[in-house]
């Protein structure tokens, strides 16, 4: 019986101890378990956050990217839009370029329109004695030729009116061709000039700054040549005409033949019925609107912060001044335009030879 006993013990304490080396083995099994669970975690949660910085660090380079790409494409757009609109009629836009030829550039420098009209006195229409005092019955005498038309050839220097009338037909032929030729240049370089309801004509696609330089160069070009026929026309039947000259009614208004002249600070010359020079020029008129607030130039180097058009616009600014030393007025704003626009579309850069290819 106590060898039975004995033997139930032993078997109670072995059947202890191995349920004890069970739990340890399912213990330290788990333990196992939980540590590479916890590897796998951190490995998994290192992944993730090298991966999120990977993107964050992606999405840093393209909103870089983006950024520029939105600047390049907004060249043009939004200088556009920004800065008053400038209204400039002909004479504004041609007569203070003319005003600084006639410092030193014939035959601007004899006429001097711009910069000193001329008076009746000039001519020698005067009464005035010395300053500040009238001959009265030089002055009658004077007022009551004028009111019968009189020729003007034993009152006044009749040469001298001549000479200011052909002047004045000359500074007209020279702005009515360069209107012809900035509303061309316009035309040619994809800026088609329209008007606006006051009939102003709005220059799209540029600036004032660009405006002004475009129409330097028309200018330049009809003193050089002026080739419209009817300016042409109307400036030989003003010069040619050697009709006797006289009075229209008044000693500011002086009709030699077809042309008539009036004098005073904002002179005016009338050619067959046809306003030559003062608010009408060769018989054309009209005003141009351009943004004060930006130009090409201005666009071109906001393209330089652009890494795919910085050598592209760095090429263009040399390439432009280039032509405008050479004086290519035209031509150098053609470039910097046709250099916005591919900017402006996102379009590939292309070497700057390829923006004037007709030069080269």
């Not at 590479?36 to 990977?54: F, H, L, N, R, Y």
């Not at 335009?337 to 004037?356: C, E, F, H, N, P």
Request: hydrophobic content about 35%; some cysteine.
């Amino acid at each position: 019986m106590r060898t039975i006993l004995y033997v139930l013990a032993v078997l109670i304490i072995l059947q202890g101890f191995v349920y004890a080396v069970g739990e340890a083995d399912i213990d330290t099994s788990q333990s196992k378990k939980h540590t590479k669970e916890q590897s796998i975690q951190q490995k998994s949660s290192t992944d993730s956050k090298q991966s999120q910085g990977k993107k964050r660090g992606t999405t840093k380079t393209k909103g870089r990217d983006s950024t520029a790409q939105e600047s390049s494409k907004s060249t043009g757009q939004a200088e556009s839009r920004q800065g008053a609109d400038v209204v400039l009629p002909l004479e504004a836009v041609f007569l203070d370029m003319i005003g600084e030829l006639e410092a030193d550039t014939e035959p601007f420098r004899s006429c001097r329109v711009a910069t000193n009209p001329k008076l009746g006195r000039d001519f020698g229409l005067s009464a005035e004695v010395y300053p500040g005092v009238i001959n009265n019955t030089a002055a009658d005498y004077l007022s009551k030729a004028a009111q019968s038309n009189s020729y003007i050839k034993n009152i006044a220097d009749e040469a001298a009116i001549r000479a200011y009338r052909d002047c004045l037909a000359y500074y007209g032929a020279v702005i009515g061709q360069a209107y012809l030729n900035v509303t061309g240049d316009l035309q040619g370089i994809g800026s088609a000039p329209r008007k606006d309801a006051n009939g102003n004509i709005t220059v799209a696609g540029m600036g004032y700054d660009d405006f002004i330089l475009l129409a330097n160069g028309a200018l330049h070009r009809a003193i050089e040549q002026i080739t419209h026929p009817t300016v042409k026309r109307l400036y030989v039947r003003a010069t040619g005409d050697s009709s006797p000259c006289q009075f229209d009614k008044s000693l500011e208004n002086i009709k030699c033949g077809a042309s008539l002249i009036t004098l005073g600070a904002v002179p005016q010359l009338t050619v067959s019925g046809v306003r030559m020079y003062g608010g009408s020029f060769a018989g054309f008129q009209g005003s141009f609107k351009a943004s004060k607030g930006w130009s090409l130039s201005a666009a071109i180097e906001r393209m330089k912060t652009d890494s795919r058009y910085a050598k592209f616009a760095s090429d263009v600014t040399e390439f432009s001044e280039q032509l405008e030393s050479q004086g290519r007025s035209k031509e150098a704003v053609m470039v910097r335009k046709k250099a916005v626009d591919i900017a402006r579309t996102g379009k590939q850069a292309v070497a700057v030879s390829k923006l004037l290819p007709s030069i080269h």
